[in-house]
């Protein structure tokens, strides 16, 4: 009695597992094959031609799909995968039939090598590289829809048979982050491995890069294989170690975000002789710091005016909100006698606050034309909004007065203008 509900619960227990696996839809991608074309020139010319992806869990339902092969596609860019960690076969990649918008795919040959980076050099310590490396490999990126999620994989086909099987595959479910400043953020990264591979055998790394035009610097490098953080000089960025050996999640986690976080993460995967990355872009909105009025202002004997320095958006607290006055002849200098309000809280967690300095006449005395210049300093980064000023002397316009009212017309008119 026992024995048969014990293989009942198995037999259960498999089916559900038979589901979860094969029942998994997979798609049929259109990708394009984008290669360098044979011959000189530089840069290399790039060659696009199409491609279809016929993609299965196992080579069994890979294989039997093959009726109705498309007449516009060469038969040597058709090509039967097998995705046994299922990455391909979620639902961002397959799009109803019949959908006139498609996840964007493109395919490339790729080059198995041995990684040069401190963290992933140990992959490769064993001079020769194995004889499994002698066959097809390609890489594949792929997009889904609404940017559900990016994946890239490195499959490989013994020789000649247009039968690649997915070796590593890393994705992710947030292609782009927005962030509250402040907040912490996580960028999502995950990564699969053929398991029954020889070079899975060999470890893995794992690197966080950050890109903003075109500077780049390494946030987080992790050497798998001798479990061991490299040193980098980024603070608050933390990945979860067993979590990463555990489900192979490589997200990457900021504690705070920063302005200066804005920008494109690259999160790549290394398997001996293999590579793999998918990128996330974060902005972080940052506060808005805005001075009234807005437009050059001129100021005349004996008058004064008030101005307002309101900063919104910011999180946590505190801001300090100074202000400062370069004058047309270069020099920077603190205007004390500001106020500054108390601050008040949005509905999105955001606070407001607002300061106010009163010049010329009954105020600070600027003693000359130039800048007004509001600062906000916040753990996030420091901001500055401007005004600029011209006073009109006691003795009536010099010709330098008459020069700043030129320069102030000019200027309105080309605020009005544009
Ligand atoms: C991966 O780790 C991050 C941070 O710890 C977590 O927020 C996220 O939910 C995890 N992802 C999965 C798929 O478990």
């Known amino acids: 009695m026992t024995d048969f509900a014990t293989i009942y619960k198995l037999s259960i227990i498999a089916f559900a597992y038979a589901v979860q696996v094969y029942g998994a839809t997979c798609p049929v991608l259109e990708c394009w094959f984008v290669q360098e074309k044979s011959g000189r020139g530089f840069p290399a010319a790039m060659s696009q031609e199409k491609s279809l992806l016929y993609v299965g869990t196992d080579p069994v339902s890979t294989g039997t799909r093959t009726k109705n092969l498309p007449a516009d596609i060469d038969a040597a860019r058709i090509y039967h995968v097998t995705d046994p960690g299922a990455a391909f076969c979620s639902s961002p990649l397959c799009p109803p039939e019949g959908s006139v918008r498609k996840p964007q795919c493109e395919i490339n040959p790729f080059l198995p090598h041995p990684a040069v980076v401190q963290w992933a050099a140990p992959l490769t310590e064993s001079a020769h590289s194995p004889i499994y490396l002698q066959a097809d490999w390609l890489s594949v990126s ?13 499959m490989r086909a013994p020789t000649n048979t247009n039968k690649p099987s997915v070796i590593v595959s890393v994705f992710s479910r947030t292609a782009s982050v927005r962030a509250r400043l402040g907040a912490p953020v996580v960028l999502d990264c995950g ?8 070079l899975t055998t060999g470890g893995f790394s794992v690197e966080w890069r950050y890109q903003f035009r075109g500077e780049g610097r390494l946030v987080l490098a ?5 479990d061991r953080l490299a040193q980098t000089t980024e603070e608050g960025a933390q990945l ?8 192979g999640n490589a997200s990457l986690i900021l504690q705070e975000a920063q ?34 009025p807005s437009t050059p202002q ?4 004996g008058q004064s005016l008030s101005l307002q320095c309101r900063a919104s958006g910011f999180t946590p607290l505190p801001l300090e909100l100074r202000w400062e006055f370069l004058g047309a002849d270069g020099e920077l200098r603190p205007l004390v006698g500001g106020r500054v309000s108390g601050h008040t809280q949005a509905r999105d967690g955001t606070f407001t606050q607002s300061s106010w300095v009163e010049v010329g006449q009954g105020g600070v005395d600027l003693g000359g034309a130039g800048e007004v210049v509001c600062v906000g300093v916040h753990a996030g980064g ?27 017309a000019l200027g309105l008119y080309g605020l009005i203008v544009s």
């Open 142 to 154: 792929a997009q889904g829809l609404d940017g559900q999620l990016t994946l890239s994989s490195v």
């Open 191 to 198: 990564f699969w491995t053929e398991s029954s591979s020889p």
């Open 222 to 226: 992790y050497d798998g294989k001798n």
């Open 240 to 247: 979860d170690i067993a979590a990463l050996h555990q489900t």
């Open 259 to 292: 302005v200066r976080h804005s920008g494109t993460y690259i999160c790549s995967v290394y398997l001996p002789y293999l590579l793999s990355q998918v990128s996330i872009n974060l902005e972080v909105e940052a506060p808005s710091l805005s001075v009234s």
């Open 298 to 301: 001129v100021l005349l004997p």
């Open 382 to 408: 420091t901001r500055r909004a401007r005004v600029s000023l011209s006073v009109i002397g006691l003795r009536g316009p010099t010709v330098e007065d008459s020069m700043a009212m030129v320069a102030v």
